[in-house]
């Protein structure tokens, strides 16, 4: 059974910060470039954040550039998402997935047909 589980979700006020991590079970992701994406009530699923599968290259939405960091690490089998100033906009289901073209994130990274395994989603909420 191949499946990526993320966690650290929660509520958190304006302005605080999160971590999301997510963790690979049935397969190592040293392979793969991950993508972080996000759901909002009412709203598509779009693409957040994405890392290459050495760590050496990263994309990020406009809406979140300087707010987020995305990271790996790959002796840990792990992807994590931090995730500072969060603003109320940023509630949402967040999932994280690998990329089909496994090594590179390539100009279509925020694109859901890129991703081939998609975890279950983390619920991340900002309210005051």
């Known amino acids: 059974q191949l499946q990526l589980v993320e966690s650290g979700g929660g509520l958190m006020q304006p302005g605080g910060s999160l971590r999301l991590s997510c963790a690979a079970s049935?397969?190592?992701?040293?392979?793969?470039?991950i993508g972080w994406f996000r759901q909002a009530p009412g709203k598509e699923r779009e693409g957040v954040s994405c890392?290459?599968?050495?760590?050496?290259?990263?994309n990020y939405a406009d809406s979140v550039k300087g707010r987020f960091t995305i990271s790996r690490d790959n002796a840990k089998n792990m992807v994590y998402l931090q995730m500072n100033s969060l603003k109320p906009e940023d509630t949402a289901i967040y999932y994280c997935a690998t990329n089909r073209r496994r090594a590179a994130c390539g100009s279509s990274w925020s694109e859901t047909q890129t991703f081939t395994t998609w975890g279950q989603g983390t619920q991340v909420a900002v309210s005051s």
């Open positions: 049935g397969f190592t992701l040293d392979s793969y470039a």
């Open positions: 890392i290459s599968s050495s760590g050496s290259s990263t």
